[in-house]
């Protein structure tokens, strides 16, 4: 029997069986979705998340979802980032490790919620001294921090996107008007973590709570007064308890840096990542703007709810700042004895504030 006919006829069925798998493989392979055949495929944005500490209400929100819109906007929709407000991804405090471990991959926050990782930071805001407005803390923040590698350290792991400032805090009493240093005598008072020794030296018994509790705690006379942002007077409503707001005494601010997860970061396309170093300094400008703009409705917002603005004699805001001083070279102490260099971020602080013309 002949078996070269058959053989050449399982050969040829082989033969075919290939080419019709690769016709099939072919076929199978399907555009991308938004895509049509001979069209590109619409490519996926990049998501990033946004982890803040405030609430929707908030101005650093409001100018936060303006750079989002920029980004997108400047990317050509290649970058779509979503915020989340206040406790919705993470816990306040944990911004900065939210950001650094990556669960988030831009996050906005105080320095003051992680006051043990930047100690030298917060201490460049509470040691702040006539400063009038947040743009200008913000300005004499970024340079310190240029010219201090002991300041930069504290961000590592994150990619520091551009930086903040609360305008000076102010001090609000429930029922008694404050016109010098010791009417605050005896006082009890709410005071930033970290800030219990300035309200000793003024001779106020400070208390240590959440910023949410503040409303309450002035309603029940828990407290008889707060020290913290201006703005708290209209976006917590604090006005409406508050008779008296002390709002020059141009001190203590509230750095806040905004950063992205390094790994985030590098992975970003070369044109992405110059989109964020291009915006920078707008959207520093931006977010300072925007609490230079909510103290102005603050005031309104208090004035309106019968809270009446106290300025205090210019002399007497510099005998503040005198008592003050010994508590922010006591803090640089303590860090010192932890191995800080706080004594070399305080002179290079104090020679900045005598280039700005506030020394």
Not at 58 to 83: C, F, M
Not at 124 to 139: F, N, Q, T
Not at 169 to 197: A, M, N, Q, V, Y
Request: glycine share 8%; charged share 20%; net charge neutral.
């Amino acid at each position: 029997m002949n078996r070269r006919p058959a053989l050449r006829l399982i050969v040829m069925i082989c033969l075919a069986s290939m080419l019709l798998g690769a016709v099939g493989c072919q076929s199978s392979s399907q555009p991308a979705p938004g895509g049509t055949e001979g069209t590109p495929a619409v490519e996926k944005p990049i998501e990033l998340r946004f982890t803040t500490v405030v609430t929707t209400l908030h101005p650093n929100y409001r100018a936060w979802s303006q750079v989002a819109d920029e980004v997108n906007k400047r990317t050509n929709g290649k970058v779509k980032i979503t915020l989340y407000p206040s406790g919705t991804l993470n816990a306040p405090n944990e911004t900065f490790n939210a950001v650094k471990s990556g669960l988030a991959d831009i996050g906005g926050a105080p320095v003051g919620y992680s006051a043990t990782i930047m100690p030298l930071n917060k201490l460049v805001g509470d040691a702040m001294l006539g400063v009038p407005s947040a743009s200008e803390a913000a300005k004499i923040w970024s340079e310190a921090f240029a010219s201090l590698p002991e300041l930069q350290q504290e961000f590592e792991g994150v990619h520091l996107l551009w930086m903040a400032a609360t305008t000076p805090l102010c001090l609000g009493t429930r029922d008694k008007k404050i016109g010098k240093l010791e009417d605050l005598r005896g006082l009890t008072l709410r005071f930033p973590p970290g800030l219990e020794p300035l309200a000793k030296k003024w001779g106020a018994n400070p208390v240590n709570m959440p910023i949410a509790d503040i409303y309450e705690a002035l309603q029940k006379g828990t407290v008889q007064g707060f020290y913290g942002g201006a703005e708290m007077l209209q976006s917590m409503r604090l006005a409406e308890l508050t008779k008296y707001a002390v709002g020059n005494l141009n001190m203590v601010y509230g750095l806040s840096w905004i950063g992205m997860n390094n790994k985030t970061w590098e992975s970003l396309p070369p044109d992405v990542q110059q989109v964020f170093n291009d915006i920078r300094d707008w959207a520093q400008e931006v977010t300072v703007a925007a609490f230079d703009q909510s103290e102005r409705e603050a005031r309104e917002f208090a004035a309106a709810q019968g809270c009446e603005m106290v300025e205090l004699d210019s002399a007497e805001v510099q005998r503040i700042h005198e008592v003050s001083r010994p508590v922010f070279r006591q803090i640089a102490e303590t860090l010192e004895g932890q191995g800080k260099p706080a004594k070399k971020v305080l002179e290079a602080l104090d020679q900045l504030l005598a280039k700005h013309g506030y020394k």
